[in-house]
């Protein structure tokens, strides 16, 4: 289709979505109404459970289910993008022998930030239960933080410290985490992803059954993968090179 | 066993299997690789063939985690038998495809088999579910594995291409589902089909609910490649590697229409009056039919030429759900699984022939097939049965689709819809094998070739019988299907439960035992058998007179409005957003004017 005809067709489209979509939001129910069903159903479960982010119980525990198939997307995701990004038949892996140099100042900072970041990350991942945060936030903080090692040092060193098969077999072992947990619940309680571990009390590290346990697995899982994505997509751009 | 471990099993079998094969892959031989992921998928198998067999006396209802209703956060799965059916073709056809992929990628790493595993699991997660949003994520999984599939032949452009545009447009598609959903939940504070279908009831219809149909509905028609949503899926089949084709044209796409169908009984059934759902299903059924059957005619690129004739039987399985009565979609779940077995033996019959040939060009195979001995004779038998022979499944579901229409013209359309369909494959066949006709000479820049695809495997000897094992049970299947009464009964008896969305309320959310059904008429008719023949004998008009008389004086007559449609598929997503969008607004009108 040319430009214009592509165009016309669009707008033609778009106006009847925006009527019936604005017609629709003008009788969605006033913001910050009082009547929310779902919340008055989650929190008292959370709260029941010993789980204060009610967010990571609905995540982990109420709908366990729907997590496990999100954790699944991500891995698929990943994996489909290490195929895609694979070199192909006439490419292949090359370091270049020069490396730029990095700033002092840059060094001295990642150096510095490198543990602090992963102790963050590895703080968000397991108070997921407790406070704001979770195996997702904080496998991503984890899986940046890893690379400082090439913003303050080199990419010849990021590949030393970060062996790509470890980190695809960790992936594995995180999301099979899942699904092991799941197959737990179904043999002890009868019943897939059943929050059988002890509960504990409120606000303790150790508590919340399960969800302690799914954050760390997705934790581990999101860390692993998001390192194997950005290494895939750093060889891309750093070393995977053409051969004739 | 509870029968209720099967459905969350049905989900967790897959994934535990991908996930030792995804931890195992850098250290172990590729053989080990093969039988861990065929190991799991005959485990899959078993456990629905088993949930199928529990479905007769009711649904299967799980709520995950042990979260009962009374404490109504958690999420439902039900299974019915069109719901376990479905997560059981899956779950074969996945199997097949792993046979048939055991020499076919030949330097292929461990990377195909966990995305197909996955991407299993995303099916039969997709079929079991009884949880809006849990739908959503489902059809997520089943996506971004499928991209990923789709793409997997990097070294070409082409190849990439259809991948990309299969994942802007189908993502599209499942962002205006996500909000659809939002909007749901915000008028009724529930994610579950069957909470959301009784606070709605309450509450009736209004503008609002019908945003939220349309916007759900775009992400599942865009799945079910209905027209205008489909313009995805013959470039994503033309590069797809052959078995991945198997899954989407075989059961991927099919689950787009069972999600339209699940959706709008259970969740809008209550505030969506039966007319207007039948009035806007037929049209769009019609549309996709008639697309895909004069573009199926119209191919010369072998996988090409399939996923048009996959488009227009999705569009023929519409027009039967349409009736929205038990044999209406009984009769389209039974042509969903007989076009799944042969319309999958067809795919794997053409990666023989690009194996072999390097080749998937209908004019440039001319007479190269003489020597075939599989696809030979195996390759026409398998359009007659696309065309609806008796006593393929494909002919059954057919003959209930047509009477369940009561309508002579919408009859004619099967008839004629399947015949063209067979007769073009047949007519490539023809060509092909027996060098039949003179030698075609097109020189139609409009039409896309099919011999710059990449050869998949190199067999010049023999085909290896790991791929003729895989054809034989896909099209030994078709047929079963149509010969073995039990099935049809089965899925008679599914689609009745299927549409009692009272008694599925009932038992998901109450635990009110499933009333027992009747049957209903599913048998082989004498008048279903003849239209079944009348159709085999279009088609092999058809594929003789498409023959002799070539694609190219056809086209001299019809030039300018095949030159329009065939410009319509120009390839550029752009295009193909701006008629999802057109399709929404149409969507939107044909639920108000019917």
Redesign the interface.
């Known amino acids: 289709?040319s430009r214009r005809a592509?165009?016309v067709?669009?707008w033609?489209?778009?106006?009847?979505?925006a009527v019936?979509?604005v017609?629709?939001v003008?009788?969605?129910?006033e913001f910050g109404g009082l009547?929310?069903?779902?919340r008055d159903?989650?929190v008292p479960?959370a709260m029941g459970r010993s789980s204060p982010n009610v967010v990571s119980s609905?995540n982990f525990?109420?709908?366990?289910?729907?997590t496990?198939?999100?954790e699944?997307?991500l891995?698929?995701?990943v994996?489909?993008?290490?195929?895609?990004l694979?070199p192909?038949?006439?490419e292949k892996e090359q370091l270049a022998k020069e490396e730029g140099r990095v700033l002092e100042a840059t060094k001295l900072l990642g150096y510095l930030l490198l543990p602090v970041t992963l102790i963050l990350g590895a703080d968000v991942v397991t108070h997921g239960h407790l406070t704001p945060g979770g195996g997702f936030q904080g496998g991503v903080v984890l899986a940046t933080g890893l690379h400082l090692l090439y913003v303050a040092g080199s990419y010849r060193m990021l590949r030393r410290l970060r062996p790509v098969?470890w980190y695809?077999?960790a992936?594995?072992?995180g999301?099979?985490a899942f699904?092991?947990l799941?197959?737990v619940?179904?043999f002890l309680?009868?019943?897939?992803?059943?929050?059988v571990l002890p509960w504990g009390t409120l606000g303790d590290l150790f508590s919340s059954g399960s969800v302690f346990a799914l954050n760390v697995a997705v934790g581990a899982e999101v860390t692993s993968g998001v390192v194997v994505l950005l290494a895939r997509f750093l060889a891309q751009a750093l070393s995977v090179r053409e051969v004739k | 066993m509870d029968p209720s471990w099967l459905p969350p099993l049905g989900i967790a079998i897959p994934l535990a299997g991908a996930c030792v094969v995804l931890a195992l892959a850098k250290f172990v031989p590729r053989l080990v690789v093969d039988i861990v992921a065929m190991v799991t998928a005959v485990v899959a198998v078993g456990a629905m063939s088993m949930l199928l067999a529990f479905t007769a006396a009711g649904r299967v209802v799980t709520w995950v985690g042990g979260w009962t209703p009374d404490h109504g956060v958690g999420i439902v799965l039900a299974a019915d038998p069109i719901g376990a059916g479905f997560a059981l073709l899956a779950c074969v056809l996945t199997a097949c495809a792993l046979i048939y992929t055991w020499r076919y990628f030949d330097d292929a790493e461990a990377h195909v088999h966990v995305l197909i595993l996955l991407f299993m699991a995303g099916m039969v997660g997709f079929s079991l579910t009884a949880d809006l949003f849990d739908l959503f994520v489902f059809l997520e999984l089943m996506s971004a594995t499928a991209y990923a599939l789709t793409g997997h032949k990097i070294e070409e452009p082409r190849s990439v291409q259809g991948g990309f545009t299969f994942g802007v447009v189908t993502s599209l598609g499942a962002y205006f589902s996500l909000a659809g959903i939002g909007i749901l939940y915000a008028r009724t504070g529930q994610l579950g089909m069957p909470q959301i279908g009784t606070a709605l009831a309450g509450h009736g219809m209004d503008a609002l609910v019908l945003a939220a149909l349309v916007l759900v509905l775009t992400g599942l028609l865009v799945k079910a490649a209905v027209v205008p949503f489909h313009f995805w899926l013959a470039d994503a089949h033309a590069v797809a590697p052959t078995p991945v084709c198997v899954l989407f044209s075989g059961v991927m796409a099919p689950l787009g229409l069972y999600g339209v169908l699940r959706v709008t009984t259970t969740v809008f059934g209550g505030v969506l009056p039966a007319a207007s759902a039948h009035g806007t299903f037929v049209v769009l059924g019609i549309a996709t039919a008639v697309v895909g059957a004069v573009l199926c005619l119209m191919q010369r690129h072998l996988k090409r030429m399939l996923a048009y004739s996959t488009i227009a039987h999705l569009g023929l399985f519409l027009i039967a759900m349409a009736t929205l009565t038990a044999s209406g979609v009984a009769g389209a779940v039974v042509y969903v699984f007989g076009h799944a077995g042969v319309k999958g033996a067809l795919f794997l019959m053409v990666g023989v022939l690009l194996a072999r040939k390097g080749n998937v060009d209908e004019f440039a195979l001319f007479c190269e097939g003489r020597d075939e001995r599989l696809t030979k004779w195996l390759l026409p038998l398998g359009a007659l049965a696309l065309a609806g022979l008796p006593p393929f499944g494909t002919g059954l579901g057919k003959a209930i689709s047509e009477e369940s229409t009561e309508s002579v013209a919408l009859t004619a359309l099967f008839v004629l819809v399947s015949a063209a369909t067979g007769g073009a494959v047949l007519r490539a066949s023809l060509r092909i094998h027996f060098g039949l006709g003179p030698p075609p000479d097109d020189t139609d820049r409009d039409t896309t070739k099919g011999e710059g695809e990449e050869q998949e495997g190199r067999f010049p000897n023999r085909v290896p019988a790991t791929m003729v094992a895989a054809i034989a049970v896909l099209l030994t299947g078709g047929l079963l299907v149509g010969v073995v009464p039990q099935v049809a009964e089965a899925m008679g008896v599914g689609a009745q439960r299927f549409l009692d969305r009272n008694g599925f309320i009932a038992q998901a959310m109450h635990g009110v035992a499933a009333a027992p059904v009747g049957g209903i008429e599913t048998a082989w008719t004498w008048s279903g058998v003849a239209l079944g023949l009348l159709s085999a004998v279009l088609a092999v008009a058809i594929g003789f007179v498409g023959v002799h008389f070539g694609l190219g004086r056809l086209r001299g007559a019809l030039k300018a409005p095949l030159h329009v449609v065939h410009r319509l598929h120009s390839g550029h997503v752009g295009d193909y957003a701006a008629w999802l969008v057109l399709g929404m607004t149409a969507v939107g009108a044909l639920f108000v004017i019917t």
């Not at chain 1, 525990?61 to 729907?66: G, T, V």
């Open positions: 289709m592509r165009w067709v669009f033609l489209g778009g106006l009847g979505v019936l979509f017609l629709a003008l009788r969605l129910p009547v929310h069903p779902y159903l989650s479960a609905i525990d109420q709908r366990a289910l729907d496990l198939g999100e699944t997307i891995l698929g995701s994996v489909g993008a290490a195929a895609l694979r192909s038949k006439d098969s695809e077999m992936e594995a072992a999301a099979g699904v092991v799941g197959f619940g179904l309680a009868g019943s897939f992803l059943a929050n």
